[in-house]
């Protein structure tokens, strides 16, 4: 794309602030936009050829999707299916070799192809065996010729699949982050997420992943579980911390449509909100008094850790190459993927659907990305980063400040104290309690069209 000529003298219109009306602090987690509820079906079905021919191919990313898991948690919607009949994830993964090689085929060799990171997600990539993630290893480096030794790899396990076979597998093919999902160590409280472990077999898990010596170690975990005190929180941020991990990730709990826990409880209240708003910030403060810095709303890092691999920041840009019946692609033009769903029934037959297909050159679910929303897209991916937005960087491919594309978004901001007041003209930083609000902010800049699309879509 080529980016407009700036003015001489660029001038941001005012932020004039309004009187703010009331907002809930845990709308959405805003971890793609727009979001897969925004999709539908493509018509013409356009062949991915066509979609990458002019695309920068330099430094792509690459992701693979696992869609299986030994359980599913009850906060858990995302695109997985519990367990696998006898020779499943063998199919599996010849449906994501014959997709890899019609991907590849697809973005033609008129020019360099490379890769500049890489992830393995899901669902529980460690699902598969040993054999079967070195086969993954392989579509991902022989298909698709992507250099795992070269390139940052970060693959997602839970402490049930964290084997000592499979991360020795992982370490030799070159990962360099594995992201735990650990929730809470407290038993009583893994038990009322509906995720049933023992903490004894967590620090075990831990223990072999720190003996695999890859570099960058991930924790995940998750405040707002009913019954979780504050000392049940901090019991949980101190085990985590004991393992001294490169990077932890703070999430709140989200109760959704069509999960375990939906079926349980409905949590809609402003005392929950609370709750949550005060579990978050004990634990950023716990966090920063211990010497990490926050890179966004749920993410810490230790300063002095091993490079960085691919973040949710760094996996949602142009470019990305999604294989896999859950993943998402991203074109500057299309972002698309395969049905979505989160019925267990409905995602069954989505995988056994894709392990059928035999024809992967062409797009079937997706939504196209005109000018505003790319403006958005940009906004939200830097806005939610606690690094903020260079406001060069939005002129240079734009043309234009964000204030001028988004001024009433922005003056709501800033009467409810959310950007940064201290921060110099030349960035746009959102302040800690900004921060603190990002899953209230990341919808407000949704765009009607997505809005709308995202209401009309039937949960299944």
């Known amino acids: 794309m080529t980016a407009p000529a700036a003015p001489a003298a660029p001038v941001p219109v005012p932020l004039t602030p309004a009187a703010p009306r009331a907002v809930r602090p845990y709308e959405s987690y805003v971890y793609a936009y ?15 050829r066509e979609l990458w021919r002019d695309e920068p191919k330099h430094a792509l990313s690459l992701y693979l999707h696992i869609p ?19 020779g499943l994830t063998g199919r599996y993964l010849d449906a994501l070799d014959r997709q890899a090689a019609a991907v590849r085929e697809a973005l033609g060799d008129d020019g360099p192809v490379r890769f500049a990171n890489a992830a393995f997600g899901g669902g529980t990539p460690t699902f598969l065996t040993a054999d079967e993630l070195d086969r993954l290893c392989d579509i991902a480096e022989l298909r698709m010729g992507a250099d795992l030794r070269a390139v940052p790899l970060s693959v997602e396990a839970s402490p049930a699949t964290a084997t000592a076979d499979r991360l020795a597998v992982l370490a030799e093919r070159g990962a360099t982050r594995l992201s735990l999902g650990v929730q809470s160590f407290v038993e009583e409280e893994a038990r009322a997420a509906v ?19 890859i570099p960058v170690l991930n924790i995940d975990l998750i405040y707002g579980i009913d019954g979780q005190t504050p000392a049940g929180w901090r019991a949980s941020l101190d085990a985590a911390l004991a393992w001294e991990p490169e990077e932890l990730y703070l999430y709140p709990l989200y109760v959704r449509p069509l999960t375990g826990l939906s079926r349980r409880t409905a949590h809609t209240d402003r005392e929950w909100d609370e709750q949550r708003l005060a579990l978050y910030r004990q634990g950023r403060d716990h966090l920063l008094a211990q010497g990490y810095e926050q890179v966004s709303m749920r993410m810490f890092r230790r300063p ?40 267990m029934g409905q995602i069954r037959a989505i995988v056994d659907a894709y392990t059928a297909t035999a024809d992967f050159g062409s797009a079937v679910h997706g939504r196209y990305v005109d000018g505003d929303e790319a403006r958005r ?33 922005l003056a709501d901001f800033a009467a409810r104290g959310w950007l940064d007041g201290t921060a110099p003209d030349a960035l746009l930083r959102l302040s800690p309690e900004g921060l603190a609000h990002s899953d209230a902010l990341g919808p407000a800049l949704f765009s009607p069209a997505v809005r709308a699309a995202m209401a009309a879509y039937a949960p299944k």
């Open 34 to 48: 727009p979001h897969k509820t925004a999709y539908r079906p493509l018509p013409g079905r356009p062949a991915l």
């Open 195 to 213: 995720r049933p472990q023992r903490r004894a077999d967590v620090e075990a898990a831990l223990g072999r992943i720190r003996e695999a010596r």
């Open 68 to 86: 299986f898991c030994e359980v599913r948690c009850g906060f858990c919607n995302l695109f997985t299916r519990i367990g696998a009949p006898e």
């Open 377 to 409: 897209r940009h906004l939200l991916q830097s806005l939610l980063q606690a690094q903020g937005l260079p406001v060069a960087d939005y002129r240079a491919r734009f043309g234009t400040h964000p204030s001028e594309d988004f001024p009433a978004e």
């Open 304 to 343: 002095g850790a091993a490079p960085r691999g691919p973040d949710d920041h760094a996996c949602q840009t142009d470019g990305m190459i999604g294989l896999g019946c859950g993943a998402r692609s991203y074109t500057s033009a299309l972002h698309y993927s395969f049905d979505y769903a989160v019925d």
